[in-house]
């Protein structure tokens, strides 16, 4: 939206707040008829609007499209990022141990915390925390319980936003199948707590080894400036 013609926006914030509109709704003052008709064309070859017996209507894309927009300042609004966040634990000769992840692309190149995935358009997130399970480490779980809801926004110094995340962290339970260790964007690790408290590993600032206080769904907000993780 931010980078449409302003004409093209005027048109589409009209036709968002009406059912349709005619072409004399759609005038502006000190814009010739000809400029407002060809912004119209291209509107409707972006597929953003229709004409249908005279009358212009937003298509589904347009709709989508305002739907990101800020009613105010007419720009398009940034989202935050719904993703899983994989709490996997299980227990090898009595010692309990951690599935996590090296991360190998950026941002935050070489830090190591849990497993994630972003949740595509119209899927579950335990479809999605099946998915990533077995697309990034090849293995399958028996069950996977929503525990926890977690937002992270990481700011820079001047307060702009870096990262906005909300996270549906996912304890999975059940693993089987053969482990596979590296992706290419990342190394697949199992660690031990005191991987976690003698620091062995260059993790993520807000990592744990444990997640759940309680068998409650709880909520989190994590705001802070991005000083340690190295965007």
């Not at 992706?183 to 080894?209: P, R």
Request: charged share 30%; proline share 1%; glycine share 6%.
């Amino acid at each position: 939206m931010n980078e449409l013609h302003f004409i093209q926006q005027h048109i589409l914030n009209y036709l968002s707040r009406c059912e349709s509109a005619q072409f004399s709704d759609l005038q502006m003052e000190k814009i010739e008829s000809e400029h407002l008709n060809y912004h119209l064309k291209t509107l409707v070859k972006l597929n953003l609007v229709s004409k249908s017996k005279g009358q212009y209507f937003l298509t589904i894309e347009g709709k989508k499209l305002v739907n990101k927009v800020d009613s105010e300042s007419k720009k398009e609004e940034a989202q935050p990022k719904p993703a899983v966040i994989l709490s996997v634990i299980t227990e090898v000769n009595s010692i309990r141990m951690a599935l996590v992840c090296r991360r190998l692309k950026h941002p935050y190149f070489g830090k190591v915390g849990r497993l994630t995935g972003k949740i595509k358009q119209g899927e579950s997130i335990y479809d999605t925390a099946s998915r990533e399970l077995k697309e990034e480490t090849n293995l399958e779980a028996q069950e996977f319980m929503l525990r926890r809801i977690y937002r992270k926004v990481r700011n820079d110094a001047n307060g702009n936003c870096l990262n906005d995340s909300i996270f549906f962290v996912m304890e999975v339970k059940g693993i089987t199948g053969e482990l596979k260790t590296n992706n290419g964007v990342q190394e697949n690790i199992w660690i031990t707590e005191k991987d976690v408290i003698n620091k062995n590993y260059d993790f993520f600032g807000d990592f744990t080894f444990g997640w759940f206080e309680s068998e409650e769904l709880t909520y989190a907000e994590n705001i802070d400036i991005e000083n340690k993780d190295r965007f």
